[in-house]
């Protein structure tokens, strides 16, 4: 069982670091532009365009048109903006990324052009596209606390109950206990797995905000050692860590989901929700079957390891501007607030731009991860403690 368990976990995760791989030689060129929305299928009049778009050296601009394919003429014609990280009227930092819409004038069949151009006009990248624009088309844009988003977590909640239900009224021999972490460990790392191959297929993969650095990444990739490893010192510190990051990390991001243009029912909107809901699934079952608990030291303990990762983050964010395409790496959300909205908004108005608002990320994980530790003290739900 141990072997098959190994044997799977490095395989994906091992496809997982080499699509990486092949995602950074990809975007390796001194131009770039990449295109991920409108997806390729009937669109609203209001068309969503969102890509990403880079020099290596010098500034560039952008434009898109709707060509009527009859006529070749261009029916709607708009200049795209890259996004820019602004604080109090200052430019922070340019982005590769951008997002907007161009308005097409009737339902019909048009060719979509998107052009790079250099400092000097002349065009770098072109990409073309043809798209059905439909006067009935259902908006597909996510939005916050919209029914596709209350009904994914109902469906988690669900999960979540019957897994409670399962672990505290059915007797599983420990045999039983373990083909069950294997299998939702091995369907979530499937899943990333699957998800990068469609990130690039798409033209959304960037090395600034798609490598597993992220917190909910990490967890993603440490999450089934927890369940291979033997009961002791080492795994109680890796059940402190994904319990207060899984709970407290892939919450937040399931309250407050960056999906962008894609909404339901496009792939990226399950896969965000099936990556993030195991990791609340196997953090409750870890709780549930393995023989740790969480302390107060605990607390302290995930605390202080999380402030040493959070600054070798902070640097690896910091470096990968020299990898195409070339702006800020934003893992753990530590150069600038989601583009979407978040409660990080809320810290950068008390505090200030990066570095200064981690003083409300410190403060927020005080508070959440305190919250946290309260039901082990209530319920408590553990009595073996290995350190």
Not at 165 to 192: D, G, H, I, Q
Not at 243 to 264: E, K, N, R, S, V
Not at 336 to 357: E, I, K, N, Q, R
Request: charged share 15%; with cysteine.
């Amino acid at each position: 069982m141990k072997r098959i368990t190994v044997t799977v976990t490095v395989v994906l995760t091992a496809f997982i670091i080499l699509m990486d791989i092949r995602g950074l030689l990809v975007m390796w060129k001194p131009y770039g532009l990449q295109l991920h929305t409108p997806p390729r299928t009937e669109l609203q009049r209001n068309i969503p365009l969102g890509g990403l778009a880079w020099a290596q050296q010098g500034s560039v601009s952008l434009r898109a048109a709707l060509i009527d394919p009859a006529s070749g003429n261009a029916v709607a014609e708009i200049n795209l903006v890259r996004d820019r990280v602004e604080y109090k009227g200052k430019v922070l930092y340019e982005l590769a990324s951008f997002r907007a819409h161009i308005q097409a004038p009737a339902a019909g069949t048009y060719l979509l052009r998107v052009e790079l151009l250099d400092e000097t006009s002349v065009p770098r990248a072109k990409i073309e596209r043809t798209i059905s624009v439909l006067d009935n088309t259902p908006d597909r844009e996510f939005r916050m606390f919209s029914p596709s988003h209350f009904a994914a977590l109902a469906v988690l909640f669900v999960l979540c109950l019957g897994l409670f239900w399962l672990c505290r009224s059915v007797s599983l021999t420990p045999n039983a206990k373990e083909w069950l972490a294997f299998v939702m460990y091995t369907l979530m790392l499937t899943n990333e797995a699957v998800y990068h191959v469609y990130w690039q297929s798409t033209g959304a993969w960037s090395v600034s905000t798609a490598l597993m650095f992220h917190m909910c990444g990490l967890s993603i990739l440490l999450l089934p050692w927890l369940f291979i490893v033997k009961p002791g010192r080492f795994g109680h510190i890796l059940f402190e860590m994904m319990y207060f990051w899984g709970l407290g990390g892939a919450l937040q991001a399931l309250l407050t989901p960056d999906i962008g243009l894609l909404g339901y029912p496009s792939f990226k909107y399950f896969s965000f929700f099936i990556s993030h809901g195991f990791i609340i699934l196997l953090t409750l079952y870890a709780s549930l079957t393995l023989p740790y608990r969480i302390t107060v030291k605990s607390l302290i303990r995930v605390i202080g390891i999380s402030n040493l990762i959070i600054f070798i983050i902070y640097i690896i964010n910091k470096l990968v501007v020299f990898l195409p395409p070339y702006e800020v790496g934003n893992y753990f959300v530590l150069s600038y607030p989601p583009l979407t909205g978040s409660l990080v908004d809320v810290f950068v108005a008390l505090f200030g731009p990066s570095p200064w608002y981690f003083i409300g990320f410190e403060l927020m994980g005080l508070v959440v991860f305190g919250i946290l530790t309260v039901p082990w003290y209530i319920g408590k739900v553990k009595k073996h403690d290995p350190l």
